[in-house]
Structures are given as structure tokens and as C-alpha cells.
């Protein structure tokens, strides 16, 4: 086996289903290697498309997802979409080429020193430098990608390892002579080079599959939070993406959160853990509830910008929080109860150690703090539906068209949001009807995730109705995948809202600055470029075009944009975050 074989056995040996890329010569034995081995090769037009990919693959399975990519500008293109996964702390594995390890630093094809690049950006990174340590590194990054706060590791394989050693030989020119005792000297020494880099190749054989548990909270500090929540009156949960993270964590959160019988807010891959009407889910006005209540227990959520810094919680309230990274734990603002360990077992462990209930009794153990928490609930949906109805100048309301779509989606749809002011007001309107069936880019904020969260999704769940709501602006960085989409035959359906804008700047901009420089787009006819892809385009103006538009969407065969010209609405007015 040539090094690619080996790199390909481990992802074989490791369950890995599909590997995302873009071609490279660095790489392509794995490629082949891969593909020789039953796994799907999706090959993507942007290398940050390929890593976004891997990175929903994580978020969906809570196993890694994996993209090779090629040396220098195929690695520097992943930057960005590394930091998202780093940041949403999701386990990826991206294996990045390099120039061959004879010739670094000395003027070859692409060669710069890319583990100084990536190194910031993930928690581990290793160079490999001989072929019989292709299978324990790649071995290793599964391990790590998952061990204690998840999220992406790299390893870097320089093209030499990667090829036959015949075809490494000729490269180097070790099978010819030279003539002078230079020419002589420098091929002794690339023969002996050569046989470092593969000596002991041949007895490289994949281990078992990583197994990562999750790690444990320690009892005493889950028994003070019962405790603590015990003795509330108005409590308050709050569950994270990092509440997520885990193969079947769903199964445990669901449960216990019942048991638990507390108002809980959802947000990040943990919309839809309750289905959509769920007596326990709050949606809207957190930031009332969060000030009203006397406990606010945090699973898997840092105290960042989201929460004001911690400011969102009262001071005189009681702080639990439950999660893996112990910087994020005491970030900003310092628990009552601080619980290190998994979210989602934390949680578990509390509700277990409340007082038993009847077996009859309704979820909600303090129902009238309940019944504050749904009015406010009922208020804004109330005022939503009078801001769906809103004439907005120049096209469809905002709002109205996430209704409208939110009416469309079939059973068991996962959701793809990207991009600002458009997803964000999806955020309030879209249910998501079952667990890990929401994907945004988390908490960096990161525009262009589209095409490659849909393209991992469907790899993952590939009879689930798959829909994407992209904003015009955010639209811009995915259009080339609908090539990948019809290549793929993924039957994506997109729904931009195209209001010639990058609005959730320029509402803001304007307003403070008294300009809109470099906020304005045009209203480009996106249906008409995913049609020159090879997609189904379709064209909406007017709201009353637009449940018909959707219904041939979700009939159509194979991947369809639906363009929707919106008009201009101060829905979210005020709502930048810093």
C-alpha cells in the first residue's frame, strides 16, 4: 500500500462515510485510497466549503467529520471555516498536503510552513515525517478531535509520503548514478532518505475504533445544583450546542430536562432537541426571563456576547453551569455551581438527583412561574404576526416569507441558516420539529456556511428533506456548490431572501453613520445562476407567488433556489451584537 492506502484504512477503520475535498496532486492518493475503500468522495469548489461540510457531519453524528485538502492555497483557504469549527467547538479531522520533505523551504510548489499557519486555529496538529507514522497520527487526530472540549485537528502529509515508494525513488532520481563525486554524494544521501521515509511501512496496520467517552462531572458538584435548584422559585435552563456534542445526547438531555420541569431556552445545533411545542420550550424574550429569575442554569452555554457577558443574569440570581471548557465555565462572570464535565450528563445527573414527582404530574415543576414565562411567549408571537403583515416597500415581507416557509417544511426537514438579518429572523418564525435538525454557523457569526452544512447533512441523513435560508448576502460564497449539489445529486432546496442588502449592517450604518457605503447590493436574479448550474431556479415578487413557488421546490428532482425579493424591514432594528 502507497501512503494514501494507509491514510484511507484508518478513515475505513474509524467509520468514516464521506471524505470532503478538492482535488489537489498533493493529495490524491488519499483520494483514490479512499474511494477504493467504499468511502463517498464529495468534491467540493472551495476548500472552506469541503471543511464546513466535515464540520456538519460532526455536529449531526458528534463523531468527526473529515476534508483533505491540498498544500498552501488549498490550506489557507480553510482558515475560516477552521475557526468556525474551533470556535463552535465541533471535532474535525482535516488532512492538509504538503510539499515533499526533501524540498521544504527550498522554492517548491505551494511549500510554505502551513503548520504555523493552522496551528492557532485547532487544538493539535501534527507533521508527519515517515510513512509507518501516516496511521498512529491520523489514529490520534480522531482521538484528540473528540477528547475533553471537542473541535478540529490537522495533520499535515507531505506528497512523498503519500505515493509509492517506486514512484518517490524515480522523483528523487536514487535509481540513477551520477558522475561526480558531488552529483554521487546527494544521491547517496536521497537513497538514505528515502529509506528512512519508508522503513517499517509495511507493518502499519489501523487499530480499533476511537472510543472517547464523554467526560464526567463530579457528583458533588451535580448534587449541589440539585440542591440549588431544589430551592428556586424561578428557574431558568439554557441549552447549548456543547450540550450536543456527544453521540446520543439527545436521548439523555430530552429526559432529564422533563424531569427537570424549568422553562428551557434552546440555541446553536440545540434547537428542535424538544420538537417544535414542546409545554417546556420558551422561545422568545430571554432576556426577561433571564432577569426575572432567581436560578439560571447554563448547559454547554459560555457567559459571552450572547449573554451580555453574564449581565443578562441578575446578580442576586444563582448561577449553575455545566460545561467541558473550563475557560468557558467561569468566562465573564463566575457560577455559583460550577460543574466541568459534559452538558448533557451534568444535566442528566441533576434531574436524577431532584425529588421524585408523581408519575402523572405535568412537566413543568413550578407552574405558575411557567405560565409568566409562556404569556411573554404569547406576546411576541402576537406581535410577530402583526410585523409578518407589515407593507414593506418593494417586495415580500421578511417575516411573512419565513412564515411561509416554516408552512412549507416537510416532517423531519434539517434546516441550514445563512447568513444575518434574514436567519435571524427565521430564528424567531422556523421550528425545528426534532433534535439536530438546525444547523447555523454558532458563535462566529460566520457567512458562507450554506452550501457546505447542506452538503454535509445530506451525507449524514440523506432521505431527509434538506433546506437552506440564505440572505442574498451570505447566498454570494455558496453559488458555485450548485454545481456541486447537481454533480452530487443533492436535492437541496434553497430560499434566498434578496433584499439588496447587507441589511443587518446597513440598518445600523445608516442610521448612525448617515451613509450605506458598501452595504448595498443588487437585486441579482440568483435563481437564474443556480440554473446555469444545472439547478431548478425559481423567481418570487409578490408574497402571493410564493407558496406555490415552494410547493414546486419540494416537488422538484434535485436541487432547486427559490429567489425571493424581499422588501425593507425594521424587524430587528437595534439587534447588532458586539
Known amino acids: 500500500?502507497?501512503?494514501?492506502?494507509?491514510?484511507?484504512?484508518?478513515?475505513?477503520?474509524?467509520?468514516?462515510?464521506?471524505?470532503?475535498?478538492?482535488?489537489?496532486?498533493?493529495?490524491?492518493?488519499?483520494?483514490?485510497?479512499?474511494?477504493?475503500?467504499?468511502?463517498?468522495?464529495?468534491?467540493?469548489?472551495?476548500?472552506?466549503?469541503?471543511?464546513?461540510?466535515?464540520?456538519?457531519?460532526?455536529?449531526?453524528?458528534?463523531?468527526?467529520?473529515?476534508?483533505?485538502?491540498?498544500?498552501?492555497?488549498?490550506?489557507?483557504?480553510?482558515?475560516?471555516?477552521?475557526?468556525?469549527?474551533?470556535?463552535?467547538?465541533?471535532?474535525?479531522?482535516?488532512?492538509?498536503?504538503?510539499?515533499?520533505?526533501?524540498?521544504?523551504?527550498?522554492?517548491?510548489?505551494?511549500?510554505?510552513?502551513?503548520?504555523?499557519?493552522?496551528?492557532?486555529?485547532?487544538?493539535?496538529?501534527?507533521?508527519?515525517?515517515?510513512?509507518?507514522?501516516?496511521?498512529?497520527?491520523?489514529?490520534?487526530?480522531?482521538?484528540?478531535?473528540?477528547?475533553?472540549?471537542?473541535?478540529?485537528?490537522?495533520?499535515?502529509?507531505?506528497?512523498?509520503?503519500?505515493?509509492?515508494?517506486?514512484?518517490?525513488?524515480?522523483?528523487?532520481?536514487?535509481?540513477?548514478?551520477?558522475?561526480?563525486?558531488?552529483?554521487?554524494?546527494?544521491?547517496?544521501?536521497?537513497?538514505?532518505?528515502?529509506?528512512?521515509?519508508?522503513?517499517?511501512?509495511?507493518?502499519?496496520?489501523?487499530?480499533?475504533?476511537?472510543?472517547?467517552?464523554?467526560?464526567?462531572?463530579?457528583?458533588?458538584?451535580?448534587?449541589?445544583?440539585?440542591?440549588?435548584?431544589?430551592?428556586?422559585?424561578?428557574?431558568?435552563?439554557?441549552?447549548?450546542?456543547?450540550?450536543?456534542?456527544?453521540?446520543?445526547?439527545?436521548?439523555?438531555?430530552?429526559?432529564?430536562?422533563?424531569?427537570?420541569?424549568?422553562?428551557?431556552?434552546?440555541?446553536?445545533?440545540?434547537?428542535?432537541?424538544?420538537?417544535?411545542?414542546?409545554?417546556?420550550?420558551?422561545?422568545?424574550?430571554?432576556?426577561?426571563?433571564?432577569?426575572?429569575?432567581?436560578?439560571?442554569?447554563?448547559a454547554g452555554v459560555p457567559a459571552d456576547f450572547r449573554l451580555d457577558y453574564g449581565n443578562h443574569v441578575r446578580r442576586s440570581a444563582t448561577l449553575v453551569s455545566a460545561n467541558r471548557s473550563s475557560a468557558d465555565l467561569r468566562r465573564n462572570r463566575r457560577p455559583d455551581v460550577a460543574i466541568l464535565g459534559d452538558a448533557a450528563l451534568a444535566l442528566a445527573g441533576v434531574a436524577a438527583a431532584l425529588p421524585t414527582r408523581a408519575a402523572d404530574a405535568a412537566p413543568p415543576r413550578w407552574p405558575e412561574w411557567m405560565d409568566v414565562v409562556r404569556r411573554r411567549d404569547e406576546d411576541r408571537e402576537a406581535d410577530i404576526a402583526v410585523q409578518a403583515e407589515a407593507p414593506t416597500e418593494g417586495g415580500v415581507n421578511p417575516v411573512r416569507m419565513c412564515q411561509e416557509v416554516a408552512a412549507a417544511l416537510p416532517p423531519g426537514a434539517i434546516v441550514v441558516g445563512d447568513g444575518g438579518d434574514i436567519v435571524a429572523t427565521a430564528s424567531y418564525v422556523l421550528r425545528p420539529d426534532g433534535p439536530l435538525r438546525w444547523l447555523d454557523p454558532g458563535v462566529?457569526?460566520?457567512?458562507?456556511?450554506?452550501?457546505?452544512?447542506?452538503l454535509g447533512a445530506a451525507t449524514v441523513h440523506p432521505d431527509a428533506p434538506l433546506w437552506v435560508v440564505f440572505g442574498d448576502g451570505s447566498v454570494g460564497y455558496s453559488l458555485s456548490e450548485f454545481d456541486t449539489f447537481v454533480r452530487h445529486g443533492i436535492p437541496v432546496v434553497a430560499v434566498v431572501g434578496n433584499d439588496a442588502a447587507w441589511s443587518q449592517i446597513a440598518r445600523e450604518q445608516v442610521e448612525l453613520l448617515r451613509d450605506d457605503v458598501a452595504t448595498v447590493l443588487a437585486h441579482t436574479r440568483y435563481d437564474l445562476v443556480a440554473a446555469g448550474f444545472g439547478a431548478t431556479g425559481l423567481h418570487v415578487d409578490d408574497v402571493a407567488e410564493l407558496p406555490a413557488a415552494l410547493a414546486k421546490a419540494k416537488a422538484a428532482d434535485g436541487p432547486v433556489l427559490v429567489d425571493v425579493r424581499l422588501g425593507r424591514s425594521d424587524f430587528r432594528k437595534g439587534s447588532i451584537s458586539m
Open 444 to 454: 462566529f457569526g460566520t457567512l458562507g456556511v450554506g452550501a457546505g452544512f447542506a
Open 1 to 298: 500500500m502507497h501512503g494514501g492506502d494507509q491514510v484511507a484504512e484508518v478513515l475505513s477503520a474509524q467509520g468514516v462515510h464521506a471524505l470532503f475535498t478538492l482535488c489537489g496532486g498533493h493529495i490524491s492518493p488519499i483520494l483514490v485510497g479512499a474511494k477504493a475503500r467504499g468511502i463517498r468522495i464529495v468534491d467540493t469548489r472551495h476548500e472552506a466549503t469541503a471543511v464546513f461540510a466535515a464540520d456538519a457531519v460532526a455536529r449531526l453524528t458528534g463523531l468527526p467529520g473529515v476534508a483533505a485538502v491540498t498544500a498552501g492555497p488549498g490550506l489557507t483557504n480553510t482558515v475560516t471555516a477552521v475557526k468556525n469549527a474551533q470556535l463552535a467547538q465541533s471535532p474535525v479531522v482535516l488532512l492538509g498536503g504538503a510539499a515533499p520533505t526533501v524540498l521544504q523551504g527550498r522554492g517548491a510548489l505551494q511549500d510554505i510552513d502551513q503548520m504555523a499557519l493552522i496551528r492557532p486555529h485547532v487544538k493539535w496538529a501534527y507533521a508527519v515525517r515517515r510513512v509507518r507514522d501516516i496511521g498512529p497520527a491520523v489514529e490520534e487526530a480522531f482521538r484528540m478531535a473528540r477528547s475533553g472540549v471537542p473541535g478540529p485537528v490537522f495533520v499535515e502529509l507531505p506528497i512523498d509520503l503519500l505515493y509509492d515508494e517506486v514512484v518517490v525513488r524515480q522523483w528523487y532520481g536514487a535509481a540513477r548514478s551520477g558522475r561526480s563525486l558531488g552529483e554521487r554524494a546527494v544521491q547517496t544521501y536521497l537513497k538514505a532518505r528515502v529509506a528512512r521515509m519508508f522503513r517499517g511501512a509495511a507493518r502499519n496496520t489501523p487499530g480499533p475504533l476511537v472510543d472517547v467517552p464523554a467526560p464526567v462531572p463530579a457528583p458533588d458538584r451535580v448534587g449541589a445544583a440539585a440542591t440549588a435548584l431544589s430551592r428556586a422559585k424561578r428557574p431558568v435552563v439554557l441549552v447549548g450546542s456543547q450540550a450536543m456534542v456527544s453521540p446520543g445526547a439527545a436521548e439523555r438531555l430530552v429526559p432529564a430536562l422533563e424531569r427537570i420541569g424549568a422553562p428551557v431556552y434552546l440555541s446553536g445545533t440545540a434547537r428542535g432537541l424538544l420538537g417544535a411545542d414542546h409545554p417546556l420550550q420558551a422561545r422568545h424574550k430571554r432576556r426577561d426571563s433571564l432577569k426575572a429569575a432567581d436560578l439560571v442554569l447554563l
